[in-house]
C-alpha cells in the first residue's frame, strides 16, 4: 500500500516560489510515475506535472510549463515540485499522486487522464499581495 504526503505550501506573493514536497512510501514495482494536481477553488482539478521514476521523464501542462520543475530524489522517495514566478491562478490545493505507469514512455497520458490510484492529501498554495 502506497502512503503519499505532501509539504511545503502557504502563501506567496505574486512573482514569488514555492518548493513542493511529496514523500512517497511503498513503491516497489518500476514504470511508476508520480504527479502533481491542482484543484482551484470552484474548478476541476488538473494535472499539472508527472514523473517516471524509470528514467526521470517529466511532463507538464501549457500553463506551468517553464515556471514549474518536476524532480524526483529516489534515495529519499521524495518527489519535488519546485514553482517559479507564481500567479494568482496557480492557487489552490495540490495533490500528489502515484500509480504503475502502462504507457512507460512517458508519463503524459496519464497526467491528461488524471490515472493514479493513490492520492496525497493534498497541501494549499495560495499566491497573493
Known amino acids: 500500500q502506497l502512503q503519499l504526503v505532501e509539504s511545503g505550501g502557504g502563501l506567496v506573493q505574486p512573482g514569488g516560489s514555492l518548493r513542493l514536497s511529496c514523500v512517497v512510501s511503498?513503491?516497489?514495482?518500476?514504470?511508476?510515475?508520480i504527479g502533481w494536481f491542482r484543484q482551484a477553488p470552484g474548478k476541476e482539478r488538473m494535472g499539472v506535472a508527472c514523473i517516471t521514476d524509470t528514467d526521470f521523464g517529466a511532463e507538464y501542462s501549457d500553463s506551468v510549463k517553464g515556471r514549474f520543475t518536476i524532480s524526483m530524489d529516489k534515495a529519499k522517495n521524495t518527489v519535488y515540485l519546485q514553482m517559479n514566478s507564481l500567479k494568482p491562478e496557480d492557487t489552490g490545493v495540490y495533490y500528489c499522486?502515484?500509480?504503475?505507469?502502462?504507457?512507460?514512455?512517458?508519463?503524459?497520458?496519464?497526467?491528461?487522464?488524471?490515472?493514479?490510484?493513490?492520492w496525497g492529501q493534498g497541501t494549499q498554495v495560495i499566491v497573493a499581495s
Open positions: 499522486a502515484a500509480d504503475w505507469n502502462p504507457y512507460p514512455k512517458s508519463c503524459k497520458i496519464v497526467l491528461q487522464r488524471q490515472l493514479f490510484g493513490w
Open positions: 511503498g513503491l516497489t514495482a518500476r514504470n511508476n510515475s
